[in-house]
Structure formats: C-alpha cells, structure tokens
C-alpha cells in the first residue's frame, strides 16, 4: 500500500460526458502528479500541483482541469468525454522540494471506460 | 520517439533463468527509477539510482545506472513467477523542471 488512495476505482460513462477522479496524497507529501495510461501510449503525464498550485503541464488535453485543495487532496476533471479518453488515470504524490531523485509513489488508479 | 527506450519489450522466460532490461537515452538524467505494475494497479517504486555507475541491489534485482547517466539496467537472477510484470524505467531530465518521463515498459511473464 503506497499510501495514495484514489476514487473511484472503476467509472464507466457515455461520450460527451463529464466526470470527476479524486486523489488523495501520502500524509506529508505536497506534490500530486496525474498520469493517463493507455495501451497504445504508455503512462502519460498530465499534470502536477505542489501545496495547491500547479507546477507543471504535461500531454492534457483543454477539455481536461485539475485543482489541488488546501487539504492537498486534488480532483481531475475530464469533460465533452471521448472513446479514446478510456484509460487507467493515475495519481502519484512525492515530497517535493528540490532533491534530485523526485521519489513518486502511485495510487491504485481509476479505470475510466467511455461509451 | 520515447525518451526513454526500454528493451525488449516483451520478455518470456522459464523460471530460475537470468534476464536483463535495458533502458537507454541519449538525454543525461540527473536520477532514474525503477518501477514494477501489475495488471490493473498502479507502479510501485522499486529503486532510484542518482550518480553515474552506481549500482544497487534489491535481493535478486541488481539495478545499475551508466557512467554518463543516459542509461540504466535492471538484472534479475533466478526469476521467479512473483517476478511477473511490467517494469517501467522513469527518469528526472538533468536542468528540468524535475518531471518523470517514463519508459513505455518491459513486460515480463515468468513461467513455472
């Protein structure tokens, strides 16, 4: 157990459709990455907060938005659904600062189907 | 073009045999990491490497990373079916922003 929790663990929605994934990080660690992982793309970033505000912008796509709260825990919105966003979405939370390694540790994912 | 090019991509082998990982760039990495997923959960990190030539040693799983921190091996000797994955190398790119960009991934069957 990584420590990271993430809900929910399956979604199944039609095209066009909005949803909400939610991650909640490993006690004492700021930054929350968000990762797609497709089969054809590999494990893909997205996006990463550190203490509630972004710091970094990945492969995510407009239709797609994230905040971090001030109880660290974040949320990722994907909305106007496609069947090419099905996907297993990952989040990840590492300490943050400035050392060299940028130890992430990952969630059990939310396997997002779109019909 | 992947940033990170692992090899093979996939890998069958019986059990108690040796195999090896390659992870290659032509980017320096200021650090690399190790990672194994099994089907449906999320990677679990098993090793971060930060200086040229270093090597470190997890039980059966010896991961090395070159003198001129481009690339990176993983060795597992006698492999066992709990060996069984898909393992992802990930590195944080010298002077950046300190993202990981990942390897697309080893998929590793170990068969009884």
């Known amino acids: 157990d990584s420590g990271v929790t993430q809900t929910p663990k399956h979604l199944i929605t039609a095209t066009g459709q909005r949803v909400t994934l939610r991650c909640s990080p490993r006690?004492?660690?700021?930054?929350v990455y968000w990762y797609q992982q497709s089969l054809d793309q590999g494990l893909q970033f997205l996006i990463q907060?550190?203490?509630?505000?972004?710091?970094a912008k990945g492969n995510i796509l407009e239709r797609f938005s994230a905040q971090q709260f001030p109880d660290l825990h974040s949320e990722l919105n994907l909305s106007s659904l496609e069947l090419g966003d099905s996907a297993l979405y990952f989040c990840?939370?590492?300490?943050?600062?400035?050392?060299?390694?940028?130890?992430?540790?990952f969630g059990p994912g939310t396997r997002l189907t779109v019909l | 073009t992947q940033l990170l090019e692992q090899s093979p991509q996939f890998l069958s082998i019986q059990e108690g045999e040796n195999l090896t990982v390659y992870c290659n760039s032509s980017?320096?990495?200021?650090?690399l990491q190790w990672y194994r997923q099994e089907p449906g959960e999320g990677p679990v990190l098993l090793v971060t490497?930060?200086?040229?030539?270093e090597v470190k040693k997890l039980k059966r799983l010896t991961f090395q990373f070159g003198d001129a921190r481009k690339d990176s091996s993983l060795h597992i000797t006698a492999a066992q079916p709990g060996d069984t994955g898909l393992y992802l190398c990930?590195?944080?790119?010298?002077?950046?922003?300190?993202?990981?960009?990942f390897g697309s991934g080893t998929q590793l069957t170990v068969l009884p």
């Open positions: 990840a939370s590492s300490v943050g600062g400035s050392g060299k390694s940028n130890e992430q540790f």
């Open positions: 006690s004492g660690d700021l930054s």
């Open positions: 907060y550190y203490n509630g505000e972004e710091r």
């Open positions: 980017s320096v990495f200021s650090s």
């Open positions: 490497v930060v200086t040229g030539g």
């Open positions: 990930a590195g944080v790119l010298s002077g950046s922003a300190r993202q990981l960009t």
